[in-house]
């Protein structure tokens, strides 16, 4: 070869790791898979400090670099972006397409660690994507917002059932403002029902304040999206406010990296694909398989429901039409389901183009949902 010289090939120690919120146990092999090393750390700041200090002795003693493996977890995030700042690199596992940890009939710490550092090795592991800290922070605050709303639900609800009781028939208007609110406290008292009055009012107190809260979420959430390209993009669909923009821009960042412009990848991350039954020469189409984030399904399920609200400017395109002829044969439920997949290819072609909505290709001879023609890429 010359006065080139054949740069030897650096050894690369493969490390599983099976990470719990108080505890992580480590399994490091060679590239032969020879087993080097087992263990346990706590996961507290000295844990920390001394798991990866061995690593880096690792590193100094055999002149290698050092990969980890780990599964997706709670702290998985924070393990994965501490041990980056280290200078190891970190696989993180997706479990839904990784059975053999979950499937093993054998499961415990140093084994699941073990399965991680060997199939690490031999470069065989799904990896999960997770978002960047942005993405991340605005699905906090989705969900966060999410749970306060289901939780007024819920108090509404025990409301009507506890007036019920006492014969008063209520209606979700009732109890939209204050002052209606007030007044069905007071029917409680003048019946003489004075402690179901008081317990009421208690609910209701606890209602005002979470909206209360809801609202200061809401305008976090304005001032996180404010320069978002994608909500903005979002928005330009009919009947999609800020928030629903809000949650589908969250877990669509990096589309294009993500599902390489293929729509069917996106749509079974989104769990909007019917589940496929085989046996034999019979093929069953089952119900959607509701994989991957419900936030994003039920965003994009409001983005359908807000187009169907607004019938006067969406009534005559191609996408409403198909519903209303499928919602006479098969019902709501599945005609929704049916739009919202058709919407969510419109969307992903939007964002993979970064072309607004053109309502001019909602027409029946143009709107062919592909990702190519219905923005006219």
Not at 65 to 87: D, I, L, Q
Not at 235 to 240: D, K
């Amino acid at each position: 070869m010359g006065n080139k010289q054949r740069e030897e090939k650096i050894e690369q120690l493969s490390v599983g790791v099976d990470l719990h919120k108080s505890q992580l146990t480590i399994c490091v092999m060679g590239e032969d898979g020879e087993l080097l090393q087992e263990g346990m750390y706590r996961t507290t700041t000295e844990g920390y400090q001394a798991f990866v200090q061995r690593m880096h002795e690792w590193e100094d003693e055999r002149g290698c670099s050092v990969a980890m493996a780990v599964e997706t977890t709670g702290n998985a995030r924070y393990f994965k972006n501490r041990m980056e700042g280290e200078g190891f690199s970190v696989v993180v596992v997706n479990t839904n397409k990784f059975k053999v940890i979950s499937q093993s009939t054998k499961k415990n710490d140093r084994g699941d660690a073990a399965t991680l550092a060997y199939y690490l090795g031999k470069d065989m592991l799904p990896e999960s994507h997770l978002a960047d800290q942005s993405s991340e922070e605005l699905r906090r605050m989705i969900k966060c917002r999410s749970l306060l709303v289901s939780s007024t639900v819920k108090m509404k609800n025990q409301i009507h059932g506890m007036l019920l009781g006492y014969g008063i028939t209520t209606k979700a208007a009732q109890l939209q403002s204050n002052k209606k609110r007030q007044a069905l406290v007071k029917d409680l008292a003048d019946q003489g029902f004075t402690e179901a009055a008081a317990s009421l009012e208690v609910i209701l107190g606890i209602i005002e304040g979470v909206q209360e809260q809801i609202k200061v979420l809401e305008k976090r959430l304005r001032e996180m999206t404010r320069d978002d390209e994608d909500v903005q993009l979002l928005m330009t669909i009919p009947g999609v406010g800020f928030l629903t923009a809000s949650a589908i821009a969250a877990y669509t960042k990096d589309l294009d990296k993500r599902f390489c412009g293929d729509f069917k990848r996106f749509a079974s991350y989104v769990g909007i694909v019917p589940s496929v039954h085989n046996s034999n020469e019979t093929v069953h189409m089952g119900r959607i398989t509701k994989h991957g984030p419900q936030e994003l399904r039920t965003a994009l399920v409001q983005a359908t429901m807000g187009m169907i609200r607004l019938s006067k400017i969406t009534g005559e395109w191609r996408l409403m039409t198909d519903y209303r002829a499928m919602k006479t044969g098969k019902g709501s439920g599945k005609s929704i389901i049916a739009t919202t997949r058709k919407l969510a290819r419109i969307i992903f072609a939007m964002l993979h183009n970064r072309e607004p909505f053109n309502p001019a290709l909602m027409v029946r001879d143009k709107c062919l949902f592909t990702v190519e023609e219905v923005i006219g890429a």
